[in-house]
């Protein structure tokens, strides 16, 4: 797998563009006041950043050159840049300034578990620190070391354990390295006949050890689970050995070290291998297009599908902003979808639908012909007592292909001077329409303050027995007089406050990091947090694995 761009998201030959989409740039103009046809920003040159030599001995050099041979063992001025950070909004800016932070040693790839265990020894014996790296695409800062840090820091590339091992068909699990890319697991699973069915935004440039070192959720979690849910045994080189946890369906053994794993961030050790739950690849699949009169009645719909008898594979619906987002990024539309575009808009006008108050939902579909179809059968029921009405595959479809591309708007709107960024959390769904109210008048109030133009907008997704994960993304222009991380904080700290405050989590499936581990203490208490330390230091007193990170 092709490594990502040091200074911003994915590949260097994909971009995200307003070019063919007619409707983006007068709508950014309108809500933000930036002209998208000007460039405002651009990175630095690579050959201007200043990288300081590595601070690497010889002796600990040529003890990881014996365990994983020389040419896998690199100090790199690029190789390290690209291992220095994940791709928050505070590391791409950070990067395109120039400011690289503390950059690790030594970059090194082994291939199996006995090099990694050898890697790790040598790691102690020189009091060095170790951070794992899957695909460098945590946005919670969960790879960067701290500029204060003055041993040698070993990143630990594990891009090399990309297999799966063996599918249990009788059991429906596959041991997977946990190394793997999402796009490579999928076509070595496909290929058999099976699925994972985890989906993230990070898809394509993450990996299986990072969505489970962060509790990963996918777009099909609805039906497949998050990554908690799928991951069943676990192998994990730590200070203390290898650490293995059995693929068993349900056990009475304690405090579970399966879940102390998951979401450990580095912390307890290196995973090398997981047995994962697989199913088959569906006979059928389809995403169909929803809109709702308005957020309340989107938020009620969904909450009774996920209280019914239907388990669709995607429920996903935007509040009114998002969706008056997503119509203006539609491509120029083609005379056949303009007379489509036209007939929904008289429908709508006999439903009498509010434009500015319509929510645009997405819901998905897996298993039989005969299956999918009941499934529908029974959604549409729901939909239809709430006001709403199935427009068709086609925006399904569009979103199901353009759905890994979203991350790639945050260089754009760099570049054109704003910054954009998300915060995530869960409630129960009784909680849901305040916390939505709670962050939008936070987020207002931080715009004001700060005297910035800014837009706040949310969709609903991963819905659950008892609640759902709501998905804020804010966008502003920095007002120039001061630094523009800072005024950056003020918007973050006041939605992520606001989650604290309501009675929701600091994140559902980004990970705590350093971005949000200040309020890690309000959400799971005090002697949650002596809890989490006290797992950390136990395994690892000498804080050489990914220090600084959760807590």
Not at 343 to 366: N, P, Q, V
Not at 474 to 490: A, Q
Request: charged share 25%; net charge negative; aromatic share 8%.
């Amino acid at each position: 797998m092709d490594a990502m761009k040091w200074w911003g998201w994915g590949r260097e030959d994909i971009s995200f563009t307003h070019e063919d989409k007619p409707a983006l740039g007068p709508f950014v103009k309108r809500e933000l006041g930036v002209d998208v046809t000007s460039v405002a920003s651009r990175p630095v040159a690579f050959d201007q950043l200043k990288i300081p030599e590595p601070s690497l001995a010889p002796a600990l050099r040529g003890v990881l050159e014996e365990a994983v041979g020389g040419d896998r063992v690199s100090t790199e001025p690029l190789d390290r840049v690209l291992h220095a950070r994940g791709k928050s909004l505070r590391d791409l800016v950070r990067h395109r300034r120039g400011d690289i932070g503390r950059l690790p040693d030594v970059v090194i790839r082994p291939g199996t578990e006995e090099e990694i265990e050898a890697i790790l020894r040598a790691a102690l014996d020189s009091d060095a620190v170790v951070i794992p790296f899957g695909g460098g695409t945590s946005i919670s800062g969960s790879l960067e070391a701290s500029v204060s840090e003055r041993r040698t820091v070993i990143s630990v590339d594990l891009g090399r354990l990309d297999r799966v091992l063996s599918v249990d068909a009788t059991s429906r699990l596959a041991r997977v390295q946990a190394g793997v890319f999402g796009p490579s697991l999928e076509e070595q699973l496909n290929a058999q006949g099976w699925t994972l069915g985890h989906f993230p935004d990070s898809f394509a440039h993450s990996t299986l050890g990072g969505w489970i070192a962060t509790r990963s959720s996918g777009m099909q979690s609805d039906r497949y689970g998050d990554i908690a849910d799928l991951t069943r045994g676990l192998r994990v080189v730590t200070p203390a050995g290898l650490l293995l946890t059995r693929p068993v369906p349900s056990t009475s053994t304690g405090p579970s070290v399966r879940e102390m794993v998951l979401g450990s961030e580095g912390r307890l050790g290196i995973i090398t291998e997981a047995t994962v739950h697989v199913r088959r690849v569906p006979a059928c699949r389809t995403i169909l297009g929803y809109l709702f009169p308005g957020w309340a009645e989107s938020l009620a719909a969904m909450r009774d599908i996920a209280a019914g008898e239907v388990m669709p594979s995607v429920t996903r619906v935007s509040d009114p902003n998002e969706t008056r987002f997503s119509f203006a990024t539609r491509k120029d539309p083609s005379m056949l979808d303009r007379v489509k575009s036209k007939a929904l808009e008289a429908y709508l006008g006999r439903r009498d639908f509010d434009r500015e108050a319509m929510c645009l939902g997405f819901i998905g579909y897996e298993g039989s012909e005969r299956h999918v179809r009941a499934q529908r059968k029974l959604v549409g029921r729901i939909v239809r007592r709430h006001g709403g009405l199935c427009i068709g595959a086609g925006p399904g479809t569009l979103y199901d292909q353009k759905k890994f591309d979203t991350p790639y708007i945050r260089d754009y709107l760099l570049d054109c001077g704003a910054f954009g960024d998300v915060s995530e959390t869960a409630a129960p769904w009784s909680a849901l329409p305040t916390l939505y109210g709670n962050v939008v008048a936070a987020a207002r109030g931080a715009f004001e303050t700060l005297g910035v133009r800014g837009y706040l907008m949310c969709h609903l997704s991963h819905s659950y027995h008892a609640g759902a994960c709501l998905y804020f993304t804010f966008t502003f222009e920095p007002s120039g007089r001061g630094d523009s991380l800072e005024e950056y904080d003020t918007i973050k700290s006041a939605i992520q406050q606001t989650f604290v405050d309501s009675g929701a989590t600091l994140s559902h499936h980004h990970g705590v990091g350093t971005e949000h581990a200040s309020w890690l203490e309000q959400d799971i208490s005090p002697p949650g947090v002596v809890l989490v330390r006290s797992l950390f230091d136990g395994l690892d007193p000498g804080a050489n694995l990914n220090p600084g990170k959760i807590v």
